[in-house]
């Protein structure tokens, strides 16, 4: 165990913490690392899973400092049997990933949805995701399955570029003329 490690503490998200959380995923959910996660990463994203599931959104903190953290969903579906945990995002500031951090975090969304009655914890990331996927088994995660994420670029459809010619033409008529 490191030295600092005693000094990371995770609680409840709180709304003061959103601006450090989403700064801290920009930085970790880049195009280059991960386009899915990037994609979807986003201040609505984190936003939303704090208004409507607060009670699974968690800090990680070194002192004062935001060094990782966790959103979740409590999921219920009607007449099933079981309710699932979802951890949708998990971040840890890339200088604090080897402190335990990620586990202190997976260790708190376990026990809060065991608390809901949640029956399984589910996680998802990227098939080439090597490095998550590894951290999720190393901690009791099984039944790996592929995700397959498709995507279609709308910049070489007719309708998308004649949209975009029209907004030039636009432009163009409202320049000033001097």
């Excluded at 945990?85 to 951090?101: A, E, F, N, P, S």
């Amino acid at each position: 165990m490191r030295e600092t490690d005693h000094r990371i503490v995770v609680s409840q998200m709180e709304f003061q913490h959103l601006q450090d959380v989403y700064a801290m995923g920009v930085k970790l959910f880049t195009p280059e690392k991960s386009p899915v996660l990037y994609r979807t990463w986003d201040e609505y994203e984190i936003l939303e899973r704090f208004m409507s599931d607060s009670e699974y959104c968690w800090v990680a903190k070194n002192h004062k400092k935001i060094v990782g953290f966790g959103l979740g969903a409590l999921i219920e579906k009607p007449k099933a049997a079981w309710i699932y945990g979802y951890l949708l995002w998990l971040g840890v500031d890339q200088k604090y990933q080897t402190y335990g951090v990620g586990k202190k975090l997976v260790d708190k969304a376990t026990k809060s949805f065991i608390d809901a009655g949640a029956r399984i914890l589910m996680v998802d990331t990227a098939r080439d995701n090597t490095k998550a996927i590894n951290f999720f088994t190393k901690h009791g995660f099984d039944n790996v399955e592929d995700h397959v994420y498709l995507s279609k670029s709308l910049k070489d459809h007719p309708y998308y570029q004649d949209k975009q010619a029209t907004k030039r033409k636009k432009r163009i008529k409202t320049v000033p003329c001097s």
